[in-house]
């Protein structure tokens, strides 16, 4: 504390501290620890600024402390260290602190009662937290995770699907993917601030679908606070499981806090102005009624008692416990629920990525090795990849990228459990009879009844009664949507004993959850999708002789006879559903009608063959009819789940009709509704649309509009020569503009698009946080439309890449780009070839790149910038240094725009990339351009294709070659090169070592020059890729290269198309490649081969397994020939492509 804060104590106490003694001597007096010694550490805690002003005041007045001591207890550094010298003073004199201990007991007694009681409650608490936090054998078994590792994401808020869908269908939507932009988040910085400004959240919110690991995260807090690891400055935590609360109708605060820390004198601490207290709700979707921020009455009275929904909103709202930190854990959609203006952060649980489901899968297999007596079948030895040759965990990853929607839904580490199980123990049953299962109704089956196709297989009767008992408690708690039960609950339905006894049904899927702050207990099923198979499952079963409608549990109802009539029933019962919750209830539904399900469980369940057949066509019937009826605007969510009821049903033929048309660009005129429902399904599940979706040619505005609320979750869209008109574009700008967009690259390329059309679009951008690349190549937005394009950019912080290219933008448009160069922070990639662009708009994009630092790739290519704009672009080039590729292809570019670009070349520390082919450069640019070699050591990439550099030209170049040891790729094709030219780069290529590629094609290098090659090629070891395409070499050439092959370690590509080199060229080709075991790709089309050269090259295949790809068209072999060529390399080398 400093002088200046001048705290009123008696003025005399104010003296030279200089002059005082060590505090140590002070302490060597005290001999007694007694009752301050034992209560120093809570005196430290709870003692604050006021507190001690006035504890000092009142011992001066006792005469307990001198003018000294004052003095040295104002001279110590923080509150702590105050409290600590005031402990060491009184002491001496007064170990038991009686004067401290009665002057706090009448004027405060609450830190009186804190002082003496806080430590033992705190630690009784944890005692408790910590006996149930053991109970949880797999957090014991796994350990807990360090605190610094990401166990959240910090997102913005809950997004409108997480509010309307159905768990599973969000996990689907997002490809088994986390939120976009979600900052990773350790469990010890939940409830800290996150910026030194700002201050620690009271109401946290944590979302996460079922079984991805809520409840575990909060046992995982609580054990790493009760062991100190974690937010030290909560002085209590109270974690409060809200199935606990659920058996109560109405509770006050005073009653709720006596139910959720009943040890004595929990109050002090809960009530107490000076302490933390952190309250955990888990699972606030388990109250009966649901939360109404809106409608609940507001009260402040501890005494009140509320209906237990509105006692947790008036918690939230801050009216009772207003000092209580809380952290809220729920489903997606009851958390939304929770205005946001309540909540100071929102998190999410991250899904389980690829890396997470294999590590679980081998842990999985693990644990049934250790439990089982069975050995793990060993992989067979084998040169062919044969299921029998991969090791278990090898075969259920395969099956698993064989079956996208189980492996997305692997993404839920709860349902990643069960699929794994499943799938881990019928592989180690090793039977061909026994496909492994395809879809989410088999795995299910077989994890509820492991032993379904052994031949200890579980009689009708057993499952039966099972469904008749535990599945009616799942079916109509589902209904309730409860997911919780009490032994009570078990007893009505006449489950089975609890607990269940080992090797039941009720043991495999039910387990049991303790309280936090009592002996009670609940339970639940291992995972909510396992309460909606065994609900399928005895509608199933039911529905086959009931009478009455099935979703009334009374009898009293319209009579509803025969499956079709409930099947009917259930579809529509599935459509009025809130939030989707019958979806996986009636996917499982329609997968026990399929033809696996039906041998797995027919006999079980006493279904005949040709009853399951008519039950089959019936449901597909029906699921057709809904799909196709599905009309309206757009495609919703519900027409997706049905098509979802059909893939699990296996009637796949409409499916993979649609999923061919996508592939292969057909869906042209066939988007109807029943289409796009199905097209919306393969969005999420097709392997054609994982890494990108390709709608090209294929959409018109009334498509687009029913296929728009399911592109929104499409990370990179291509929808190409589209012809979307005004309509259209204002379609795509609602599209980009809404909040749960996740499209990162859109390609509208070639499709018609106006300036008019361009403005919905750039109105998007404006809210728009994910776009990065943005393709408008091949359309017509003109000047008018790059600088309605170029106004948005100026506020968008988040596109990185813009193609324009072919949109006649002109000067004017390439000015306002300009503009959005010297203020845009993000833009690193920008394509404006091909518009009609002079030397006065590329000067403006030149003067811009000289205060642009993020810029990195820029062409300007087939535009008019003549030898003026390549001057403008160099004066730009010597003082920015982060442009990395520049292309200037056909910009009639002459000797006298290369010298000024070689100029800025000499001082560029950036550019690695520069593209000139196709301009009009001689032997002067050159020669200019050799200079600058031998000073840059920057540039990585040349290309001088289509110029006019002749040998003197090129052979300057070889020169610098000689010394530089950047460039890494050159291309001198179309250069009038003879074989002066060809020996100069031969010569240079001996000495250099980081030319990696050289294009010489179409020059007339002759025999000689190819000999001059090849020879460099005997000694270089950096030339990977040769093209000597169209170089007038024949077999003199072709020897040479085959001498040099045989010696050469390096050369992986060469391209020898359009030569004479002949029978004799290819038989010493073929001697080379007995031998050489570097090259990869080997094209000799059109080079007089005929068919013994082209035997020769077969043959000499039988040797050499490193070659991948040859081509021998154009080589007079004929079809027969071809054949028998063909037949001959798949022999000798079976990975080689082979284009003959």
């Known amino acids: ?26 302490r060597n007096k005290m001999e007694d620890a007694g009752w301050l010694r034992k209560h120093q550490k809570m005196l430290q805690r709870f003692i604050s600024g006021p507190l001690l002003v006035d504890v000092v005041n009142h011992l001066r007045k006792q005469d307990q402390l001198s003018t000294e001591g004052v003095g040295l207890i104002q001279g110590a550094g923080c509150m702590e260290d105050k409290v600590r010298t005031l402990v060491d003073l009184l002491c001496v004199s007064d170990p038991q602190g009686s004067s401290l201990r009665a002057y706090l007991q009448g004027s405060y007694p609450e830190e009186h009662s804190l ?10 608490q944890k005692d408790s937290l910590l006996q149930v936090v053991r109970e949880d054998k797999s957090l014991t078994k796994q350990g807990v995770n360090h605190t610094s590792e990401p166990a959240l994401l910090l997102v913005e808020g809950v997004s409108d699907l997480q509010q309307r869908e159905h768990d599973l269908i969000q996990v689907l939507v997002n490809r088994g993917a986390g939120p976009l932009h979600g900052r990773p988040l350790s469990l010890d910085k939940l409830l800290a601030p996150l910026t030194r400004v700002s201050t620690a959240p009271r109401v946290t919110l944590t979302v996460g679908v079922s079984g991805i690991g809520k409840s575990r995260l909060v046992r995982q807090f609580v054990h790493l606070w009760c062991m100190g690891k974690i937010c030290p400055e909560m002085n209590l935590v109270i974690p409060v499981s809200c199935w606990e609360l659920s058996s109560y109708e109405r509770l006050s605060i005073e009653k709720l806090l006596r139910l959720i820390a009943p040890q004595d004198n929990t109050d002090l601490i809960l009530t107490s102005s000076v302490c933390k207290v952190l ?88 644990h049934l090795q250790e439990n089982s007596t069975t050995p793990l079948p060993s992989p067979v030895p084998s040169n062919s990849h044969t299921h029998a040759s991969r090791s278990p ?97 078990f007893r009505t339905y006449g489950a089975d004993t609890v607990p269940p006894a080992p090797g039941t049904l009720g043991h495999r899927v039910l387990r049991r959850e303790r309280s936090w702050s009592s002996d009670g207990a609940c339970w639940r099923f291992v995972h909510s999708s396992i309460q909606e198979f065994l609900a399928a499952l005895y509608y199933y079963t039911a529905s086959r002789r009931g009478v009455f409608d099935l979703f009334s549990e009374s009898s009293v109802s319209w009579p509803r006879i025969g499956f079709q009539n409930h099947y009917r029933a259930a579809l529509q019962k599935r459509g009025t559903a809130a939030n989707g919750s019958l979806d996986l209830f009636m996917r499982f539904l329609s997968g026990l009608l399929s033809v696996a399900s039906g041998t797995l469980l027919g006999g079980a369940l006493g279904v005949g063959r040709e009853e399951q057949v008519n039950q089959r066509t019936v449901a597909t019937t029906l699921l057709q009819n809904a799909v196709v009826g599905s009309g309206g605007d757009s495609v919703s969510m519900h027409s997706v789940a049905t098509v979802t009821c059909l893939a699990e049903l296996q009637q796949g033929e409409w499916l993979r009709s649609v999923e061919e048309d996508l592939i292969g660009c057909r869906l042209r005129g066939k988007l109807k509704a029943g289409v796009c429902a199905i097209l919306a399904y393969l969005l999420q599940v097709s392997d054609a649309c994982a890494d990108e979706t390709h709608l090209s040619n294929c959409l018109d505005s009334a498509s687009l509009k029913r296929l728009l609320p399911q592109l929104l979750y499409c990370s990179k869209l291509r929808m190409e020569n589209n012809e979307f008109k005004d309509d259209a574009m204002e379609l795509l700008g609602s599209l980009l503009s809404a909040k749960d967009c996740r499209i990162q690259s859109l390609s509208l390329a070639d499709s018609s698009i106006s300036s008019k059309g361009v403005k919905p679009l750039s109105r998007s951008l404006l809210v728009n946080r994910t776009l990065t690349i943005l393709d408008l190549h091949g359309n017509n937005i003109g000047s008018r439309g790059a600088k309605t394009l170029a106004e948005a950019l100026k506020m968008n912080q988040i596109i990185t890449s813009l193609n324009l290219l072919s949109n006649h933008i002109e000067d004017e448009g390439a000015c306002v780009l300009a503009e959005v160069l010297k203020s845009n922070r993000k833009l690193a990639t920008l394509n404006v070839q091909k518009n009609a662009i002079g030397p006065d708009g590329v000067k403006k994009i030149a003067d811009s790149l000289k205060q642009n630092q993020t810029l990195q790739d820029l062409n300007v290519s087939s535009n008019q910038l003549g030898d003026q704009g390549a001057l403008f672009l160099a004066q730009a080039l010597a003082v920015n240094h982060t442009l990395c590729t520049l292309s200037l292809q056909s910009s ?44 840059n050591n920057t540039l990585r990439e040349l290309d001088l294709t289509a110029n006019l550099l002749h040998d003197e030209g090129v052979t300057a170049i070889a020169g610098a070659v000689k010394v530089n040891r950047a460039l890494t790729s050159l ?19 001996h000495g250099n070592t980081s030319i990696h590629l050289l294009d010489l094609q179409e020059n007339a290098l002759g025999d000689d020059g190819v000999t001059s090659l090849a020879g460099a090629l005997k000694v270089n070891s950096s030339l990977a890729v040769l093209y000597l395409q169209g170089v007038s070499a024949g077999k003199v050439g072709a020897v040479s290269l085959a001498n040099a092959l045989t010696v050469n370690r390096t050369l992986h590509t060469l391209d020898l198309r359009g030569n004479c080199i002949g029978m004799g060229g290819a038989k010493a080709l073929s001697s080379a490649l007995k031998t050489n075991r570097s090259l990869r790709s080997l094209n000799l089309q059109e080079n007089s081969l005929g068919m013994d050269g082209a035997i020769f090259i077969a043959t000499a295949l039988r040797g050499n397994h490193q070659l991948t790809y040859i081509n021998l068209q154009g080589n007079g072999i004929g079809e027969s020939g071809a054949k028998v060529v063909s037949d001959a390399i798949r022999a000798g080398a079976p990975e080689c492509v082979v284009d003959i």
């Open 1 to 26: 504390m400093e002088m200046n804060l001048q705290i009123p104590w008696q003025e005399d106490c104010y003296m030279d501290l200089k002059s005082t003694s060590p505090k140590s001597v002070t």
């Open 115 to 124: 002082v003496i009681l806080y430590e033992s409650v705190v630690q009784h």
């Open 279 to 366: 309250l955990i709700f888990d699972g606030l979707e388990e109250f009966r009624s649901p939360l109404d921020f809106s409608e609940a009455p507001v009260t402040s009275d501890p005494r009140r008692e509320l209906p237990i929904s509105d006692l947790i909103t008036n918690i939230v709202r801050g009216n009772l416990l207003p000092c209580a930190t809380l952290w809220l854990l729920s489903r997606p959609g009851v958390g939304a629920k929770v205005p946001a203006g309540l909540v100071d952060r929102v998190t999410e649980v991250p899904p389980f990525s690829r890396t997470h489901i294999q590590e679980h899968l081998l842990n999985v297999l693990k």
């Open 393 to 489: 965990s090898e075969q259920v990853w395969a099956h698993l990228n064989s079956q996208k929607p189980l492996l997305l839904l692997c993404s839920v580490p709860g349902i990643c459990h069960i699929v794994t199980t499943t799938l881990s123990r019928l592989v180690r049953v090793e039977s061909e009879d026994m496909p492994l299962p395809r879809t989410l109704t088999e795995v299910y089956a077989h994890y509820c009844w492991p032993h379904l196709s052994s031949t200890n297989a579980p009689s009708n009767g057993s499952i039966r009664k099972r469904l008749a008992t535990l599945g009616r408690l799942a079916f109509y708690s589902l209904l309730r949507q409860r997911s919780t039960f009490s032994e009570a609950d």
């Open 892 to 935: 009639s570019v002459s000797d006298k725009g290369m010298k000024a670009l070689t100029q800025a070349l000499r001082c560029n520390r950036g550019l690695t990339s520069l593209n000139l082919r196709e301009n009009s450069i001689g032997v002067e640019g050159a020669k200019a351009i050799a200079r600058a070699l031998q000073e």
């Open 971 to 989: 291309h001198l094709q179309w250069n009038f090169m003879k074989a002066g030219a060809a020996k100069a780069l031969a010569q240079s290529l």
